[in-house]
T-cell receptor, first 117, second 113 residues
Framework: DGGITQSPKYLFRKEGQNVTLSCEQN?????MYWYRQDPGQGLRLIYY???????QKGDIAEGYSVSREKKESFPLTVTSAQKNPTAFYLC????????????????FGQGTRLTVV | AQKVTQAQTEISVVEKEDVTLDCVYE???????LFWYKQPPSGELVFLIR??????QNEISGRYSWNFQKSTSSFNFTITASQVVDSAVYFC??????????FGKGTTLSVSS
């Protein structure tokens, strides 16, 4: 079955450490996105990538980094520069950056819950 | 800049009640797309509906209905005869050409039996 796989489901990080969240899709989608969800804050865009080897910052990119070396993979690294990384992270993909025009929608993974200990 | 406002943070109803979730959006673009997603306790977002800015027809899907009014920049979602399984966080989202989805803060719906 096609879909988006995020791993791990739960992740614990010590302060000062970098951690990488995995996002893989087998939908052959061009565009991929990372969102952060905090209680009462909705989903906020961290980074997005419209094509391989290209990505753009979202609203809250500070303290995060991404890469898009393969179409199906869009890993997110939470660096030690991110002051408050404890949150729920969601990865999404769309067939193209033109989300609505192609009469489609964003597909989401099941999320990774990151906790700083 | 685009913005989505869901003023209702939490709503609690009893089963079989009707409930309306409000969504107000802001954009200067004439072409845009509106979405509703449901987030059950498992965390994954489930797509419910997409609406184009040039299509103001309301839509009904079973117990769900959506009212899109460009004059008031609103895209409200009504659940008729609510059920416990409807308990979730509901997000309204907006996209303009070539941009990522912009989400509201969500409305947590609790349906009790």
């Amino acid at each position: 079955d096609g879909g988006i796989t995020q791993s791990p489901k739960y992740l614990f990080r010590k302060e000062g450490q970098n951690v990488t969240l995995s996002c893989e899709q087998n939908l052959n989608h061009d565009a991929m996105y990372w969102y952060r969800q905090d209680p009462g804050q909705g989903l906020r865009l961290i980074y997005y990538s419209q094509i391989v080897n290209d990505f753009q910052k979202g609203d809250i990119a500070e303290g995060y980094s991404v890469s898009r070396e393969k179409k199906e993979s869009f890993p997110l690294t939470v660096t030690s520069a991110q002051k408050n990384p404890t949150a729920f992270y969601l990865c999404a993909s769309t067939p193209s950056p033109a989300i609505g025009r192609l009469n489609t929608e964003a597909f989401f993974g099941q999320g990774t819950r990151l906790t700083v200990v | 800049a685009q913005k989505v406002t869901q003023a209702q943070t939490e709503i609690s109803v009893v089963e079989k009640e009707d409930v309306t979730l409000d969504c107000v959006y802001e954009t200067r673009d004439t072409t845009y797309y509106l979405f509703w997603y449901k987030q059950p306790p498992s965390g994954e977002l489930v797509f419910l509906i997409r609406r184009n800015s040039f299509d103001e027809q309301n839509e009904i899907s079973g117990r769900y209905s959506w009212n899109f009014q460009k004059s008031t920049s609103s895209f409200n979602f009504t659940i008729t005869a609510s059920q416990v399984v409807d308990s979730a966080v509901y997000f309204c989202a907006l996209s303009v050409e070539g941009t990522a989805l912009i989400f509201g803060k969500g409305t947590t719906l609790s349906v009790s039996s």
